[in-house]
């Protein structure tokens, strides 16, 4: 059986970045850049004001003070239709273009009318170029605002509409298809009758995979019969990833690894010494240039959702062109002493004590299936395999949740 990090290595090697794909701005929100992208205009497309108030000649203030003819009113939106000689003002909103001949503005609290058209001033330096944005100071032409590889934010989203972009290059969010799979399983609106249990992993994976920023796509429930899967399966290799939970485990049942074989999924490994989540299994499927990986998570809820964070969050994060590591591992310490049994590296759930300095307790947790105890839990501790004793003040790998 191989070990968390050979299983890592591995998932490394055979998930790559996606194709580039035109998407719309707004869903490009978190994706990589795939082009270079350069502005179509000047921006500001011109001299603009950046104050409501008046453009002047610069030099008629060199007092602080002046009284002006008031040639015109330059809204925004309207062009300046006359030129501003010595002694004069145009009357200016904030970003309309500058008028010919003027170089400065003066904001509006500095000015007073006296009369229809004739304006006394009282402001201090006043310079030329002063409440004035030059013609192409934010963005020239031609010029490369945002490049390759940059994660698009909202803010981004703002850049691109003003140089004229709702459509962008991008390295596209993944999508990732969910098959719960067990024939005891029930819809979350129903309740469970004998021998059955509601899905909680489907809703659980989905949410996962929004928060890993990936597209969940939900397959619903397959029964534990060689046809549903076998149906259901083909739709699920149409994603980018199909995440199936359950069926993966020595029951008699778990007909999931049979059934993805006879749809030219590769087996990559099955089985990894972890606990929860032993059963993992990993293949990948390339058929007429198209490659969808694929993740068969053990069934239990605590092993579904612990496999989806080392693993599948991983995967997600290479296809959508992502380097940095996904994983928000911490060095804790032990808050109190704890005697930890296994043969297998464990995953087990714990509480911040004391978050800002890094201490943690175990939870009391009932294994794999225990996922109501998880909701107490801020981060999973690493323990090694073997039994060990631990000491308060012991330090220990995390995963924060
Ligand atoms: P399996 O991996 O199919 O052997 O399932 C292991 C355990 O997880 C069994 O107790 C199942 O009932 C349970 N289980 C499987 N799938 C789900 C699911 N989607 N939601 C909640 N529990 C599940
Ligand atoms: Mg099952």
């Known amino acids: ?34 082009e270079d992208v350069a502005s179509d205009i000047d921006s500001p497309p011109y001299d603009k004001a950046m104050m409501d108030g008046y453009a002047v000649v610069a030099a008629d203030l060199a007092s602080d003070s002046a009284e002006l003819d008031v040639i015109e009113v330059i809204t925004a939106g309207n062009v300046p239709t006359k030129k501003v000689a010595a002694s004069q003002a145009a009357q200016i909103m904030t970003g309309a273009p500058i008028p010919a001949g003027a170089d400065a503005v003066v904001m509006i609290e500095q000015t007073q009318m006296i009369g229809e058209a004739r304006v006394r001033i009282e402001a201090p330096n006043i310079t030329a170029g002063k409440n004035i944005m030059p013609k192409a100071s934010s963005l020239a032409r031609g010029a490369t605002v945002l490049s390759a590889g940059k994660r698009l934010r909202p803010l981004e989203v703002g850049i691109l509409a003003e140089v004229g972009r709702d459509h962008v290059s991008v390295v596209p969010q993944p999508r990732v298809a969910i098959l719960s799979t067990g024939d005891e399983l029930v819809e979350v609106g129903e309740m469970p009758g004998p021998g059955r249990i509601r899905n909680s992993n489907g809703p659980m994976l989905a949410a996962q995979i929004a928060a890993a920023e990936g597209t969940p796509i939900n397959l619903g429930i397959a029964r534990d019969v060689r046809q549903e899967l076998t149906e259901k399966i083909a739709r699920g290799l149409e994603a980018d990833i199909l995440v199936l939970s359950g069926g993966v485990s020595a029951g008699l049942l778990d007909l999931v690894p049979s059934v993805l074989a006879e749809h ?11 606990k929860p989540g032993k059963p993992i299994w990993f293949g990948k499927r390339v058929v007429s240039g198209k490659t969808t990986l694929v993740f068969g998570l053990p069934g239990n809820p605590v092993s579904s959702m612990v496999c989806f964070e080392l693993f599948v969050r991983r995967a997600i994060g290479l296809l959508a062109g992502r380097t940095e590591n996904e994983l928000r591992s911490a060095e804790v310490e032990l808050a109190e002493p704890f005697f930890h049994r296994g043969d297998r590296p464990t995953l087990f759930p714990a509480r911040w004590v004391n978050a800002a300095q890094r201490t943690a307790a175990p939870l009391a947790w ?36």
């Open 264 to 274: 030219q999924v590769v087996q990559i490994f099955h089985k990894v010494q972890l």
């Open 1 to 34: 059986m191989i070990s968390i990090t050979e299983a890592l290595d591995l998932i490394d090697q055979h998930a790559a970045k996606s194709p580039a794909q035109q998407v719309a701005a707004l869903e490009a929100v978190g994706c990589l850049l795939a």
């Open 366 to 401: 009932k294994g794999s299936a225990d996922l109501a105890a998880m909701a107490a839990a801020d981060l999973l501790l690493q323990f090694p395999a073997g039994d060990a004793e631990y000491l308060a003040g012991d330090r220990i790998a995390g995963l924060v949740l």
